[in-house]
Every structure is written in structure tokens, then in C-alpha cells.
């Protein structure tokens, strides 16, 4: 997970790719609860290819989705590249390995691949920019990034300002980490 994470958000020389910022750990807190498990949604079928629109069609849970997923990249990897995992391609290998199953060229037998890459694609970012509380966007990178402010109590003279950087670090539903006393 971690190397796809990083893939679909890479490093660069001003902000941590998704590893970093712990994309993974988030999306498997998220998997480990009721979005997991599909809590509360109607899971009796019939599964029927639907359109973009009316979203995911899959008796599989988002948990389910994640484990066969990863496990056919693997098994893929490992019969076209000699043995080796996604993990082990290089980044060049790994992008081609997502662009050609976001494109459909790339099938996997025991899960629909294009539905993984999807469920990447919501999750990643999601784990990049949510509330660090959650287990992602650690350090608030993500936040910092884009100039959100976070849960600050009051930013409405910053609202109409556009194009300038917000001065103030970011706060999460946690606080900050300056604000917590320390123990002498």
C-alpha cells in the first residue's frame, strides 16, 4: 500500500508523497470500521455492471476490495516482472502498472481492477487531506499544502483574500502539537 499511496501522491522537493503522510495507515483505519465492512449500505445483490454514475457495483465490501485487489497486483507483478512485487518495480514500472489498470488494459481474475484503481483513487487523497485524527495527513502536510486552516475557531477575514498565503500553521480537531504542555 505504501508504495502505491506514493505513487498516486510522489513526493516533491516542498511536500511528502502519500507515504509519508501516512495515506496508507489511514486507509487501513478506514477499512478496519463500518466503510470497511459497508455498515449501512444495501448489500443483497442482485450486482449488475452499472453505470459511472450509480457508482460501485460489487457484492464485495471495501475491505474485501482491498485484499483481493492488492493480492492480484501482487500476483500480477510477480508473472510479468520476474518474480517481483509491486513493491519491488521501479517508480517508472509502478506508474506504467496503475496507468495501464486505470485504462482497463490490465485485468485481474479474482476482482474488477479497474474498481480497485477507483477506490484508490477516492482513498488516497482522502487520507492526504483529511484530519490528521484520522491517520493520515500527518504533520497536517496536506493542509499545509493548500493553505487550509483546518478547525481554527475563526478565519473569515482570510476568506475573500485571494492568492495570499494564509499565515497561521493549521489546526486539527486534536490541536497542535505546540499547544499540548510538556512535561519537565
Not at 486505470?102 to 487523497?125: H, M, N, T, Y
Request: aromatic share 10%; proline share 8%; glycine share 10%.
Amino acid at each position: 500500500m505504501e508504495a502505491i499511496v506514493d505513487r498516486i501522491i510522489p513526493p516533491d522537493a516542498e511536500t511528502p508523497g502519500g507515504k509519508d503522510a501516512r495515506c496508507a495507515v489511514f486507509i487501513d483505519r478506514q477499512l478496519k470500521g463500518p466503510y470497511g465492512s459497508a455498515s449501512g449500505l444495501y448489500r443483497l445483490g442482485p450486482f449488475m455492471k452499472g453505470t459511472k454514475e450509480q457508482g460501485p457495483q460489487s457484492p464485495l465490501t471495501p475491505a474485501e476490495l482491498y485484499r483481493k485487489g492488492l493480492a492480484a497486483l501482487d500476483q500480477y507483478c510477480k508473472a510479468k516482472e520476474a518474480g517481483k512485487t509491486f513493491e519491488q518495480l521501479s517508480a517508472d514500472q509502478q506508474d506504467d502498472t496503475l496507468k495501464r489498470i486505470e485504462s482497463g488494459e490490465i485485468k485481474f481474475d479474482s476482482v474488477d481492477a479497474q474498481g480497485f484503481f477507483s477506490a484508490l483513487l477516492k482513498d488516497v487523497p482522502e487520507g492526504f487531506f483529511s484530519d490528521p485524527i484520522h491517520g493520515g495527513n500527518r504533520d497536517m502536510v496536506g493542509w499545509k499544502m493548500i493553505g487550509f486552516p483546518g478547525i481554527r475557531y475563526d478565519y473569515r477575514d482570510w476568506i475573500g483574500r485571494h492568492n495570499e498565503r494564509y499565515p497561521y500553521p493549521p489546526v486539527s480537531i486534536a490541536g497542535r502539537a505546540d499547544w499540548t504542555p510538556h512535561k519537565s
